[in-house]
């Protein structure tokens, strides 16, 4: 079974870092890129975050560039978000994804950030 798990969420100061994590099951993780979106209340769900299989090349959102960093690590099947300078616009639930090919795509059900002091 495909699943994808996000965990690391909770209540950060602004200004603070939090790392996101994914753990992917039931498919080759090394094969597929992984992307980051969150949705803040009342709005549309944003990509925020995208890396390639091998790690090779890395794409990030305007609103996050140079603040947010995605990482992976293949043999633990797991794909991360490090996001720092965080700010109460970043307050969203974090989702990761993947899109299978021919099997469509798979989400996590995401973590909540909440950035507030």
């Known amino acids: 079974q495909v699943q994808l798990v996000e965990s690391g969420g909770g209540l950060v100061l602004p200004g603070g870092s939090l790392r996101l994590s994914c753990a992917a099951s039931g498919f080759d993780f090394e094969l597929y890129g992984v992307n980051w979106f969150r949705q803040a209340p009342g709005k549309e769900r944003e990509k925020v975050a995208y890396i390639t299989p091998s790690s090779s090349f890395t794409q990030y959102s305007d609103s996050v560039k140079g603040r947010f960093t995605i990482s992976r690590d293949n043999d633990k099947n797991e794909c991360y978000l490090h996001m720092s300078a965080l700010t109460p616009e970043d307050t969203a639930v974090y989702y990761c994804?993947?899109?299978?090919?021919?099997?469509?795509?798979?989400w996590g059900k995401g973590t909540q950030v909440t950035v507030s002091s």
């Open positions: 994804n993947v899109i299978l090919g021919t099997r469509g795509q798979q």
